[in-house]
């Protein structure tokens, strides 16, 4: 089995998750409608952000695996890059969170973080390193690549799919209606978002324990 | 080709973690293919897809079924028409001909794969999922019938997930005498059968209370049943991690699931199949009886209800 040498390599990370592990986090993950958690994240390129730091404006989540094919789909599209270079150049701040436990598809260092988003074009405003899933169970992230919309005043107004094609097919790319940027230009126009939720396609996230 | 049967093998899956050259795939499976009279199945990341059919051949005036079975190695699943929290059913294009139609995937009961904070629902191991076949077509007997199927699936482990595509063929000969069953698949359509849902008998009674966070389904089905699982038709309905509670009662049970974050308009119905063991599915559509006027003409995803249909009985 060519999985089992890998074994080795992330038996350890998960015993140490497995001790680190205590009871499940008491607050309740975000909702739409609710206030956005606070939180702090370590980027690959060296800075740490802070939400707090971005009221005023809109911020996106992304949740990112690349070994994730529902996340390849849209790397290798380039629909996320292309969202990402529309949205931040309106002013949206953009953070694609990692929370892939090490060991697990998709851990990566921050130097192949950044190789990555140098080989792709890709351009958040930063890759934020959760390999604890701290930020990503504070949102209840369940797959990559789930995304949340937040807007000015600190408030989740969108949370689930990037778009209507639940699906790993770079063909499905060019016709899907996408959630995240009808949530951005409804709310920016001061309408209702129209659809604030729906159910988060693609891969589980892979967090380092199994009990959240 | 090699046989009449042997399945013609276009593997197209981007595996990223293979180790063999896709051309050695392709050989070894030709001489898998070769090697045994009996069709073997198309390679797929971790496991292999066979079209198979239930009868020997093709008879003028006569609908037939065709199956897509899956074989997996330990560890991969592949999903249910309603994924659950992550994944993507399996997809078929069909290549018939003329006058030839393929109905909708009669979907089997699924399981629950929980990791993680999710739950998903799909098969492990094998699975055949039975395509029925309807319509007339104009070829004559004495001739052969190519059916084919392109299957875009996606199989996944609780640690990774990887799409594949496979073309698949069958060449079924044409003739006017009645069909019969081809003994070699026989087995694998009568199991299949059984794990279908079936339509909930006549006197049972099913509704579904709205409980502020939660559905309550309650089920009358003339004995207490003191266990059971729901299997959502839709998405973003229910909860599919939360733990369901199931409170027996003398006539049956009631059944609290919590409501899905994604559900922010109020639903008529529910919709889905109800396990009460291995061997014991249903399909529940039960009213929300407790149900505000409001109408929500658009439930996220939802799938059409006749994907799940019964095989006429016989």
Known sequence: ?212 | MLDGLCIKIKMQGRNPSSRFPRALTFGVALLLCAASAQAEGTPIPHGTLELIAENQWIAAGHKFDLGLHFQLEKGWHIYWVNPGDSGEPPRANWQLPAGLAAGAIEWPAPRRLASSSIVDFGYEEAVLLIVPISGETSMAPQQSARLGAEVKLLVCSHEMCIPGKAQLSLTLPIKSQPPAPDARTAALFTAARKSLPRPAPKNWRFSVADANDSFVLTANLGRQITQAIFFPLAESQIENAAPQKLQPVATGFRLTLRKSDQLLKPIERLQGVLMLSADQAYLVDAPLSKSGAVRSSSIIGIHPPQSLKEEPQQ
Not at chain 1, 28 to 56: I, M, Q
């Open chain 1, 1 to 212: 089995m060519k999985r089992s040498t890998l074994y080795p390599i992330f038996l350890y990370p998960m015993l140490v998750a497995l001790l680190l592990c205590t009871a499940p986090p008491l607050i309740s993950a975000a909702k739409v409608g609710d206030a956005a958690p606070e939180f702090t994240g370590a980027a690959s390129n060296g800075k740490t952000f802070h939400l707090a730091d971005y009221r005023g404006k809109y911020v996106v989540l992304e949740w990112h695996n690349n070994g994730c094919p529902f996340v390849g789909k849209h790397y290798n599209s380039g629909n996320m890059q292309r969202l990402q270079k529309q949205w931040t150049g309106r002013g949206v701040v953009w953070f694609t969170i990692l929370s892939s436990a090490p060991g697990k598809q998709g851990y990566v260092t921050a130097s192949e973080e950044n190789d990555y988003l140098a080989k792709m074009q890709a351009a958040p405003t930063a890759a934020l390193l959760d390999p604890t899933g701290e930020i990503g169970h504070l949102y209840d992230a369940k797959t990559s690549p789930q995304m949340v919309v937040i807007n000015p005043n600190a408030v989740v107004i969108y949370d689930g799919a990037i778009d209507d094609k639940p699906t790993t097919d770079l063909n499905d790319v060019p016709g899907a209606t996408n959630y995240v940027s009808r949530a951005l230009e409804q709310a920016m126009a001061g309408k209702q978002v129209e659809t604030p939720a729906t159910r988060p396609y693609g891969c589980s996230v892979k967090y380092g324990d199994s009990t959240h």
